[in-house]
């Protein structure tokens, strides 16, 4: 079978990844015994990003997740914050 070309932007590709890192190593530092977890990054991801990352932590068995920026919280603009729960 032949591989054919996604539409995706290979720049959005590498901020998936980048931010995907962020997340991990932020959740590296957490007390791993919770069942929730706020993981805040420096940035804001675009909403387009934020939603694929609530895809593929939900595809992984997640319950609950939630990818929100700082200014769509109301908030001051430059981070993102991951909640993550198992219930």
């Known amino acids: ?34 069942s929730s977890f706020n993981l805040i990054i420096p940035g ?7 939603d694929r990352v609530e895809e ?8 609950i997740v939630k990818c929100k920026t700082s200014s769509e919280n109301g908030e001051p603009f430059g981070l993102t914050m991951l909640t993550l729960s198992k219930i």
Do not use: H
């Not at 054919?4 to 957490?30: I, N, V």
């Not at 804001?44 to 934020?50: G, M």
């Open 56 to 63: 593929l932590y939900s595809t992984v068995g997640w319950k």
């Open 1 to 34: 079978m032949i591989n054919l070309t996604k539409p995706t932007d290979p720049e959005q590709d590498k901020e998936l990844e980048k931010a995907l890192t962020a997340f991990e190593k932020a959740f590296k530092r957490q007390d791993k015994s919770r």
């Open 44 to 50: 804001e991801l675009s909403r387009a990003l934020c």
